[in-house]
């Protein structure tokens, strides 16, 4: 089986940095990914960690630690825009091929 | 380019109903697949498919058939509607072999079943 974890909620303000942790536990890893959601729309891709260390893509950034089973989102200088969920999930094989498992999200909210 | 077309995008049905919500992509994903997402849940996958004519099951499968007849399409099936199935469904498709740029998912279909 597999499960992850990650917080429910995370609070900052605008201009802020925020990082959401994940921990995963799995069989078959392949690699980590994160997808941003806002309120009813639909989940789009952020990043993807296959191997150790650090991916950033402008103002978003991604880390994994595969011996640690643990993974970050690093979201810097904040904008009301990025108030949504946050989805770590993990790539793995099931069945008869690669999937993703997703975590249970973060609800990040941006303060002015 | 469209990417992942869902239609509807809503819809109420009475328990025992059936339907079949749509799903279509034109980015000659190989990979398609039925996510569903309630309240404070991730996505949980129902099905999914590697190509035209290969179905498996997900981790929720019960109570919803596939089909993939065509790289383009992967319509989901609810066979006999029931109130457990309340939620959002979502599609979403991806290349079999570039895990580096993700799904991409379609609008969503929001599913009340009374």
């Known amino acids: 089986g597999q499960s992850l974890e990650q917080p429910s909620e995370v609070t900052a303000v605008e201009g802020a940095i925020v990082q959401i942790n994940c921990t995963y536990q799995t069989s078959g890893f392949y690699g980590l990914s994160w997808y941003q959601q806002h309120d009813g729309g639909a989940p789009t891709f952020l990043s993807y960690n296959a191997l150790d260390g650090l991916e950033e893509t402008g103002r978003f950034s991604s880390f994994l630690s595969r011996s640690d089973s643990y993974g970050y989102l690093l979201l810097q200088e904040l904008q009301m825009k990025d108030s949504a969920s946050y989805f770590c999930?993990?790539?793995?094989?099931?069945?008869?091929?690669?999937?993703?498992?997703f975590g249970s999200g973060t609800q990040l909210t941006v303060l002015p | 380019n469209a990417g992942v077309t869902q239609t509807p995008k809503f819809q109420v049905l009475k328990t025992g109903q059936s339907m079949t919500l749509q799903c279509a992509q034109d980015m000659n994903h190989e990979y398609m697949s039925w996510y569903r997402q309630d309240p404070g849940m991730g996505l949980r996958l129902i099905h999914y498919?590697?190509?035209?004519?290969?179905?498996d099951q997900g981790e929720v499968p019960n109570g919803y058939n596939v089909s993939r007849s065509t790289t383009e399409d992967f319509p989901l099936r609810l066979l006999s509607a029931a109130p457990s199935q309340t939620s959002v469904y979502f599609c979403?498709?991806?290349?079999?072999?570039?895990?580096?740029?993700?799904?991409?998912f379609g609008s969503g279909t929001r599913l009340t079943v009374v």
């Open positions: 999930a993990v790539r793995e094989w099931i069945r008869s091929a690669r999937q993703l498992t």
């Open positions: 498919s590697v190509g035209a004519g290969i179905t």
């Open positions: 979403a498709s991806s290349f079999l072999r570039q895990d580096s740029r993700g799904y991409t």
